[in-house]
């Protein structure tokens, strides 16, 4: 199958943006109006921390893709499950199902399900109206998908090129938050997409690209942490940190790291299904 490496951000599904545009020093900050460039200086540093992220994580993509090459058969039972966007409540939890979603759209596109692409395709349209930003799913979008349904490299580019003009459009309108809270959903469903299909496959040799997923992991989440760190005095993301930290600290107290047992893959099994189950926004 035919890679393609499409850093997707805001499912993370996504998307390479240079962050060498962003960057700052402290020899810039002047001493008038120190506190407004403070503040507009820790905006940059969290601008930077966003495109180190994006660079350097697997997009779902290209974890659906190694699922994919494993030969393990496709499970829509491990998606999320679309009636869950019928009562979101807040922006937050919005975004965090918008990344989510954008994973599980990325799983039924590769695996070439038209119907589970159409139904995916439709719910992130949905969160996209009630987050102010469907001009990126608008219906020429939303036409052009289902035209194109049954080539699975235009359905990549289409969701790819989606969720740019998304994380775009945030960025560009100050609200890195959600561009952040997408970034963490898809880095939780895809997480959780791999545990599923490393639990339910008992052929170490069909698993073992998963395995070394999950072992990279703690390195993505790692930053991951440092980037929605930049957020712990906005209520709605402290408890996302405490969840994400809860299977941080099941990484760090692995006896091998290149070697999971079975109790502690269990333990990133649960910690990861309550947080998916329960999402904390």
């Known amino acids: 199958m035919k890679i393609y490496k499409y850093t997707i951000l805001v499912s993370s599904v996504f998307l390479l943006i240079s962050c060498g545009e962003n960057s700052t020093t402290n020899n810039q900050i002047k001493d008038s109006g120190i506190e407004d460039t403070q503040e507009k200086d820790g905006k940059e540093i969290t601008q930077v921390k966003l495109d ?22 496709y499970k829509r039972e491990v998606m999320f499950p679309t009636d869950n966007a019928q009562s979101l409540g807040t922006s937050s939890k919005t975004a965090l199902c918008l990344g989510i979603y954008g994973a599980d759209l990325c799983y039924t596109s590769l695996y070439e399900q038209a119907q589970d692409a159409i139904n995916y395709m439709v ?46 459009y945030l960025r560009s309108n100050d609200r890195v938050a959600n561009a952040v809270f997408i970034l963490a959903g898809g880095w939780i469903e895809t997480f959780y997409l791999t545990i599923e299909m490393v639990k339910t496959n008992s052929d170490g040799n069909r698993t073992k690209i998963l395995r070394q997923r999950i072992n990279e992991n703690k390195h993505h989440l790692k930053n991951l942490l440092d980037l929605l760190s930049d957020f712990q005095d906005q209520h ?5 940190i405490s969840q994400l930290q809860e299977i941080m600290d099941v990484y760090n107290d692995l006896d091998d790291p290149n070697k999971i047992s079975d109790e502690e893959f269990e333990m990133f099994s649960n910690k990861i299904t309550s947080l998916r189950n329960n999402l904390p926004v």
């Not at 992220?53 to 779902?60: A, G, H, L, R």
């Open 52 to 73: 180190y992220v994006i660079n350097n994580i697997p997009s779902p993509i290209i974890i659906v893709n190694d699922i994919l090459d494993s030969g393990i058969p």
């Open 123 to 168: 719910t992130v349209k949905k969160l996209a109206d009630y987050l102010g930003i469907s001009a990126a799913v608008g219906e020429p979008t939303m036409g052009t998908f289902e035209k194109h349904i049954s080539n699975q490299d235009s359905l990549v580019h289409i969701v790819f090129s989606m969720y740019a003009s998304m994380d775009k």
């Open 236 to 240: 709605e993301f402290n408890e996302l």
